[in-house]
Protein backbone atom coordinates (compact mmCIF):
# COMPACT_ATOMS: atom_id res chain seq x y z
CA UNK A 1 0.00 0.00 0.00
CA UNK A 2 1.27 3.29 -1.14
CA UNK A 3 1.37 6.44 1.16
CA UNK A 4 -1.24 7.65 -0.77
CA UNK A 5 -3.53 4.75 -0.62
CA UNK A 6 -3.41 5.06 3.75
CA UNK A 7 -6.41 6.73 5.44
CA UNK A 8 -5.54 9.08 8.13
CA UNK A 9 -4.78 7.88 11.20
CA UNK A 10 -7.31 9.13 13.79
CA UNK A 11 -6.79 6.29 16.39
CA UNK A 12 -6.26 7.05 19.96
CA UNK A 13 -4.27 4.00 22.46
CA UNK A 14 -4.50 3.54 26.06
CA UNK A 15 -2.05 1.62 27.80
CA UNK A 16 -2.09 0.64 31.03
CA UNK A 17 -0.83 -1.45 34.06
CA UNK A 18 2.90 -2.14 32.73
CA UNK A 19 5.23 -3.12 35.29
CA UNK A 20 7.08 -0.04 33.99
CA UNK A 21 4.40 2.51 34.92
CA UNK A 22 6.46 5.49 32.89
CA UNK A 23 5.34 3.37 30.03
CA UNK A 24 1.26 3.80 31.13
CA UNK A 25 -0.81 6.47 29.54
CA UNK A 26 -2.17 7.90 26.17
CA UNK A 27 -1.20 7.34 22.77
CA UNK A 28 -1.95 9.94 19.75
CA UNK A 29 -1.34 9.79 15.91
CA UNK A 30 1.90 10.27 15.44
CA UNK A 31 3.53 13.78 14.04
CA UNK A 32 6.89 12.22 13.54
CA UNK A 33 8.14 13.70 10.21
CA UNK A 34 8.94 10.97 6.70
CA UNK A 35 11.70 9.19 7.40
CA UNK A 36 13.12 5.88 6.43
CA UNK A 37 12.58 3.03 8.99
CA UNK A 38 14.91 0.18 9.47
CA UNK A 39 13.49 -2.44 7.25
CA UNK A 40 13.80 0.90 4.35
CA UNK A 41 10.09 1.84 4.50
CA UNK A 42 9.56 5.23 4.17
CA UNK A 43 7.12 6.41 6.79
CA UNK A 44 4.17 8.92 6.28
CA UNK A 45 1.75 10.76 8.99
CA UNK A 46 0.55 8.59 11.28
CA UNK A 47 2.09 5.60 9.89
CA UNK A 48 5.09 3.78 10.55
CA UNK A 49 5.75 0.90 8.26
CA UNK A 50 3.30 0.91 6.64
CA UNK A 51 0.92 0.60 9.79
CA UNK A 52 -0.38 2.71 12.04
CA UNK A 53 1.87 4.67 14.67
CA UNK A 54 1.28 6.50 17.74
CA UNK A 55 3.67 9.15 19.80
CA UNK A 56 3.00 9.63 23.84
CA UNK A 57 0.34 12.42 24.10
CA UNK A 58 2.41 13.70 27.14
CA UNK A 59 4.87 14.22 24.42
CA UNK A 60 7.70 13.09 27.22
CA UNK A 61 9.36 10.29 24.62
CA UNK A 62 12.65 10.21 23.45
CA UNK A 63 11.78 8.04 20.24
CA UNK A 64 9.33 9.21 17.93
CA UNK A 65 6.57 7.28 16.96
CA UNK A 66 6.87 5.57 20.57
CA UNK A 67 4.33 2.48 19.73
CA UNK A 68 4.55 1.01 16.26
CA UNK A 69 5.32 -1.98 14.11
CA UNK A 70 8.73 -3.48 12.93
CA UNK A 71 8.68 -4.93 9.71
CA UNK A 72 12.05 -6.44 10.91
CA UNK A 73 10.92 -8.29 13.78
CA UNK A 74 7.37 -8.69 12.77
CA UNK A 75 5.91 -7.35 15.56
CA UNK A 76 4.27 -4.59 17.70
CA UNK A 77 6.12 -2.29 20.26
CA UNK A 78 6.15 0.28 23.44
CA UNK A 79 8.96 2.13 24.34
CA UNK A 80 10.42 3.49 27.20
CA UNK A 81 10.43 7.16 28.43
CA UNK A 82 14.36 6.90 27.14
CA UNK A 83 13.54 5.50 23.71
CA UNK A 84 14.67 1.99 24.85
CA UNK A 85 11.99 -0.98 23.71
CA UNK A 86 9.93 -2.04 26.65
CA UNK A 87 7.16 -4.54 25.38
CA UNK A 88 6.37 -6.48 22.03
CA UNK A 89 4.04 -8.72 20.84
CA UNK A 90 4.88 -10.51 17.49
CA UNK A 91 2.04 -10.49 15.03
CA UNK A 92 0.82 -9.32 11.59
CA UNK A 93 -2.31 -7.78 13.01
CA UNK A 94 -3.20 -3.96 11.48
CA UNK A 95 -3.53 -2.60 15.24
CA UNK A 96 -2.09 -3.43 18.27
CA UNK A 97 -3.65 -6.69 19.82
CA UNK A 98 -5.91 -5.55 22.79
CA UNK A 99 -6.97 -9.44 23.09
CA UNK A 100 -3.58 -11.31 23.53
CA UNK A 101 -1.15 -10.72 26.80
CA UNK A 102 2.31 -8.32 25.09
CA UNK A 103 5.93 -9.89 25.80
CA UNK A 104 8.41 -8.28 27.90
CA UNK A 105 11.26 -7.30 26.35
CA UNK A 106 14.97 -6.30 27.44
CA UNK A 107 14.65 -3.15 28.86
CA UNK A 108 10.58 -3.67 30.17
CA UNK A 109 9.22 -4.69 33.30
CA UNK A 110 6.56 -7.64 34.23
CA UNK A 111 4.23 -7.27 33.82
CA UNK A 112 3.33 -6.49 30.17
CA UNK A 113 0.99 -3.74 30.32
CA UNK A 114 -2.80 -3.98 28.60
CA UNK A 115 -3.49 -2.19 25.45
CA UNK A 116 -7.36 -0.72 24.35
CA UNK A 117 -7.50 1.19 21.44
CA UNK A 118 -10.32 4.33 20.88
CA UNK A 119 -11.94 5.47 18.22
CA UNK A 120 -12.54 9.28 19.31
CA UNK A 121 -10.08 11.34 22.04
CA UNK A 122 -11.22 9.57 25.24
CA UNK A 123 -9.86 13.22 26.39
CA UNK A 124 -13.03 15.00 25.23
CA UNK A 125 -16.58 14.39 25.25
CA UNK A 126 -18.00 11.15 23.13
CA UNK A 127 -19.53 12.51 20.05
CA UNK A 128 -23.76 12.57 19.68
CA UNK A 129 -24.85 9.09 19.49
CA UNK A 130 -28.26 7.68 17.59
CA UNK A 131 -30.03 5.48 20.16
CA UNK A 132 -34.04 3.99 19.26
CA UNK A 133 -35.41 2.36 22.30
CA UNK A 134 -36.97 -1.33 20.89
CA UNK A 135 -40.00 -2.66 23.28
CA UNK A 136 -41.57 -5.81 23.36
CA UNK A 137 -43.22 -8.32 24.66
CA UNK A 138 -41.54 -11.64 25.25
CA UNK A 139 -41.85 -13.54 21.66
CA UNK A 140 -42.49 -10.63 19.77
CA UNK A 141 -39.53 -11.27 17.54
CA UNK A 142 -37.81 -7.75 19.03
CA UNK A 143 -34.83 -9.19 19.43
CA UNK A 144 -34.27 -10.91 15.79
CA UNK A 145 -35.20 -7.80 14.35
CA UNK A 146 -32.22 -6.00 16.32
CA UNK A 147 -29.73 -8.92 15.33
CA UNK A 148 -30.71 -8.67 11.95
CA UNK A 149 -30.16 -4.62 12.06
CA UNK A 150 -26.88 -5.26 13.84
CA UNK A 151 -25.76 -7.98 10.63
CA UNK A 152 -26.84 -6.57 8.22
CA UNK A 153 -27.14 -2.83 8.98
CA UNK A 154 -24.36 -2.21 11.27
CA UNK A 155 -26.46 -1.07 14.18
CA UNK A 156 -25.26 -1.98 17.77
CA UNK A 157 -27.73 -4.56 19.08
CA UNK A 158 -27.71 -4.08 23.33
CA UNK A 159 -30.28 -6.18 24.81
CA UNK A 160 -30.75 -5.34 28.51
CA UNK A 161 -31.92 -8.79 29.04
CA UNK A 162 -28.78 -9.87 28.07
CA UNK A 163 -26.41 -7.72 29.74
CA UNK A 164 -28.18 -8.81 32.86
CA UNK A 165 -27.71 -12.41 32.16
CA UNK A 166 -24.08 -11.47 31.50
CA UNK A 167 -23.66 -9.92 34.82
CA UNK A 168 -25.29 -12.25 36.61
CA UNK A 169 -23.23 -14.82 35.62
CA UNK A 170 -20.17 -12.91 35.75
CA UNK A 171 -20.93 -13.36 39.66
CA UNK A 172 -20.60 -9.36 40.37
CA UNK A 173 -21.51 -7.51 43.65
CA UNK A 174 -25.00 -7.44 41.68
CA UNK A 175 -25.45 -10.58 40.35
CA UNK A 176 -27.38 -12.25 43.20
CA UNK A 177 -30.15 -9.44 42.50
CA UNK A 178 -30.33 -9.92 39.53
CA UNK A 179 -31.02 -13.10 39.77
CA UNK A 180 -33.77 -12.68 41.80
CA UNK A 181 -35.04 -9.91 39.88
CA UNK A 182 -35.34 -12.11 36.82
CA UNK A 183 -36.47 -15.23 38.41
CA UNK A 184 -39.43 -13.39 40.07
CA UNK A 185 -40.36 -12.01 36.50
CA UNK A 186 -40.12 -8.17 37.80
CA UNK A 187 -37.58 -5.21 36.82
CA UNK A 188 -34.11 -5.27 38.08
CA UNK A 189 -33.29 -1.90 39.75
CA UNK A 190 -32.97 1.24 37.45
CA UNK A 191 -29.43 1.79 38.43
CA UNK A 192 -28.27 -1.63 37.96
CA UNK A 193 -29.91 -1.57 33.87
CA UNK A 194 -29.17 1.97 33.02
CA UNK A 195 -25.65 1.59 34.25
CA UNK A 196 -24.71 -1.70 32.35
CA UNK A 197 -26.29 0.32 29.22
CA UNK A 198 -23.98 2.98 29.35
CA UNK A 199 -20.90 0.98 30.14
CA UNK A 200 -21.61 -1.23 26.78
CA UNK A 201 -22.49 1.89 24.75
CA UNK A 202 -19.33 3.95 25.85
CA UNK A 203 -16.98 0.50 25.44
CA UNK A 204 -18.86 0.24 21.55
CA UNK A 205 -18.13 3.83 20.41
CA UNK A 206 -14.80 4.40 22.16
CA UNK A 207 -13.24 0.66 21.33
CA UNK A 208 -15.17 0.07 17.83
CA UNK A 209 -16.39 3.41 16.42
CA UNK A 210 -20.40 2.57 17.00
CA UNK A 211 -22.78 5.35 17.08
CA UNK A 212 -25.74 3.84 16.44
CA UNK A 213 -27.63 1.46 18.89
CA UNK A 214 -30.87 -0.14 19.10
CA UNK A 215 -31.45 -0.48 22.85
CA UNK A 216 -33.76 -3.49 22.57
CA UNK A 217 -36.14 -4.13 26.12
CA UNK A 218 -35.17 -0.32 27.31
CA UNK A 219 -36.96 1.56 28.77
CA UNK A 220 -39.48 -1.05 30.32
CA UNK A 221 -41.17 2.14 32.96
CA UNK A 222 -41.26 5.26 33.48
CA UNK A 223 -38.53 5.06 36.07
CA UNK A 224 -36.28 4.05 33.06
CA UNK A 225 -36.94 6.89 31.99
CA UNK A 226 -35.94 9.10 35.27
CA UNK A 227 -32.70 6.51 35.48
CA UNK A 228 -32.32 7.38 31.64
CA UNK A 229 -32.20 11.23 32.38
CA UNK A 230 -30.03 10.74 35.09
CA UNK A 231 -27.53 9.30 33.23
CA UNK A 232 -27.60 11.36 30.08
CA UNK A 233 -28.99 14.79 31.06
CA UNK A 234 -32.56 15.75 30.29
CA UNK A 235 -32.09 18.21 28.17
CA UNK A 236 -30.89 15.33 25.95
CA UNK A 237 -33.58 14.82 22.75
CA UNK A 238 -35.82 11.99 23.49
CA UNK A 239 -34.76 9.14 21.52
CA UNK A 240 -37.24 7.40 18.93
CA UNK A 241 -38.94 4.09 19.96
CA UNK A 242 -39.72 0.89 18.16
CA UNK A 243 -42.65 -1.07 19.36
CA UNK A 244 -43.78 -4.66 18.08
CA UNK A 245 -47.10 -5.11 19.17
CA UNK A 246 -48.08 -9.12 19.34
CA UNK A 247 -51.18 -10.92 20.38
CA UNK A 248 -50.77 -12.69 23.70
CA UNK A 249 -51.80 -15.90 21.83
CA UNK A 250 -48.39 -15.76 19.29
CA UNK A 251 -46.38 -15.20 21.80
CA UNK A 252 -47.12 -18.05 23.92
CA UNK A 253 -46.49 -19.82 20.40
CA UNK A 254 -43.63 -18.41 19.97
CA UNK A 255 -41.88 -18.69 23.85
CA UNK A 256 -42.58 -22.48 24.13
CA UNK A 257 -40.90 -22.96 20.48
CA UNK A 258 -38.11 -20.75 21.46
CA UNK A 259 -37.77 -23.16 25.15
CA UNK A 260 -37.15 -26.49 23.15
CA UNK A 261 -33.62 -25.19 22.56
CA UNK A 262 -32.78 -21.83 24.43
CA UNK A 263 -31.97 -22.87 27.67
CA UNK A 264 -33.43 -20.31 29.40
CA UNK A 265 -34.93 -20.36 33.04
CA UNK A 266 -37.79 -17.78 32.15
CA UNK A 267 -39.11 -19.51 28.91
CA UNK A 268 -41.81 -21.54 30.31
CA UNK A 269 -45.50 -21.01 30.41
CA UNK A 270 -45.70 -18.91 34.14
CA UNK A 271 -42.30 -17.32 33.84
CA UNK A 272 -43.45 -16.32 30.80
CA UNK A 273 -47.42 -14.86 32.02
CA UNK A 274 -45.56 -13.28 34.30
CA UNK A 275 -42.89 -11.49 32.02
CA UNK A 276 -45.98 -10.42 29.65
CA UNK A 277 -48.17 -9.13 32.81
CA UNK A 278 -45.18 -7.20 34.15
CA UNK A 279 -44.28 -5.41 30.75
CA UNK A 280 -48.02 -4.67 30.10
CA UNK A 281 -48.19 -2.85 33.58
CA UNK A 282 -44.86 -1.09 33.17
CA UNK A 283 -44.58 -0.55 29.84
CA UNK A 284 -47.91 0.75 28.43
CA UNK A 285 -47.38 4.11 30.22
CA UNK A 286 -43.94 4.66 28.61
CA UNK A 287 -45.39 3.91 24.90
CA UNK A 288 -48.00 6.46 26.00
CA UNK A 289 -45.13 9.03 26.96
CA UNK A 290 -43.66 8.21 23.19
CA UNK A 291 -47.11 8.56 21.41
CA UNK A 292 -47.62 11.82 22.86
CA UNK A 293 -44.62 13.25 22.05
CA UNK A 294 -44.86 11.21 18.09
CA UNK A 295 -41.68 9.09 18.58
CA UNK A 296 -43.13 5.46 18.41
CA UNK A 297 -42.89 3.67 14.96
CA UNK A 298 -45.82 0.68 15.90
CA UNK A 299 -45.01 -2.48 14.54
CA UNK A 300 -47.11 -5.51 13.55
CA UNK A 301 -45.04 -7.89 14.95
CA UNK A 302 -47.50 -10.77 13.64
CA UNK A 303 -46.65 -10.16 10.04
CA UNK A 304 -44.24 -12.33 8.56
CA UNK A 305 -40.60 -11.56 9.59
CA UNK A 306 -39.65 -10.25 5.87
CA UNK A 307 -42.38 -7.65 6.38
CA UNK A 308 -41.36 -6.74 9.68
CA UNK A 309 -37.87 -5.95 8.76
CA UNK A 310 -39.48 -3.69 5.84
CA UNK A 311 -40.81 -1.87 8.56
CA UNK A 312 -37.24 -1.58 10.70
CA UNK A 313 -35.49 -0.98 8.32
CA UNK A 314 -36.85 1.90 6.72
CA UNK A 315 -37.33 3.61 10.17
CA UNK A 316 -33.61 3.27 10.93
CA UNK A 317 -32.50 5.06 7.38
CA UNK A 318 -32.03 8.09 7.96
CA UNK A 319 -28.89 6.76 10.41
CA UNK A 320 -27.80 3.90 8.18
CA UNK A 321 -25.01 4.06 6.42
CA UNK A 322 -26.35 3.95 2.30
CA UNK A 323 -23.67 1.32 1.65
CA UNK A 324 -24.53 -1.26 4.22
CA UNK A 325 -28.75 -0.64 3.20
CA UNK A 326 -27.94 -1.47 -0.41
CA UNK A 327 -26.16 -4.58 0.35
CA UNK A 328 -27.59 -8.26 -0.37
CA UNK A 329 -28.44 -10.33 2.69
CA UNK A 330 -25.80 -11.96 4.44
CA UNK A 331 -26.29 -16.07 4.91
CA UNK A 332 -26.95 -15.15 8.60
CA UNK A 333 -29.48 -12.34 8.18
CA UNK A 334 -31.29 -14.99 6.12
CA UNK A 335 -31.06 -17.31 8.45
CA UNK A 336 -32.61 -14.60 10.69
CA UNK A 337 -35.52 -14.04 8.36
CA UNK A 338 -36.22 -17.52 7.94
CA UNK A 339 -35.25 -17.77 4.22
CA UNK A 340 -32.28 -19.99 4.62
CA UNK A 341 -31.94 -23.38 7.82
CA UNK A 342 -29.37 -22.99 9.81
CA UNK A 343 -26.76 -25.07 9.95
CA UNK A 344 -27.68 -28.59 11.66
CA UNK A 345 -25.62 -29.42 14.92
CA UNK A 346 -23.27 -32.46 14.63
Not at 10 to 33: K, R
Not at 50 to 74: E, I, Q, T, V
Not at 120 to 143: E, Q, T, Y
Not at 256 to 272: H, V, W
Request: aromatic share 8%.
Amino acid sequence: MTSNALKPNTLFIEVSGSGLPEVDGLFVPSTAPAAESESGTVSSLGYWNGKMAWDRADGKCARSPALSYSNSYSSWRICRLDGHLAYDITCDDALPPTDRAWHVYKKGVAPAPSVVVHHFDPRKPLPKRNVVFVLGGPGSGKGTMCSLASTQLGWTHLSTGDLLRTEREAGGETAATIESYITAGELVPNEITVTLLKKAMDNATHQHGKLNFLLDGFPRSLDNMDGWYEVFGREAELPKMLYFECPFSVLEQRILGRAKYSGRSDDNIESMKLRFDTFKAKALPTLDLFRSQNKVVEVDASQGREDVYAVVKASLAAHTDPALAAQPLTEKSEMLLGLRPYPKRS
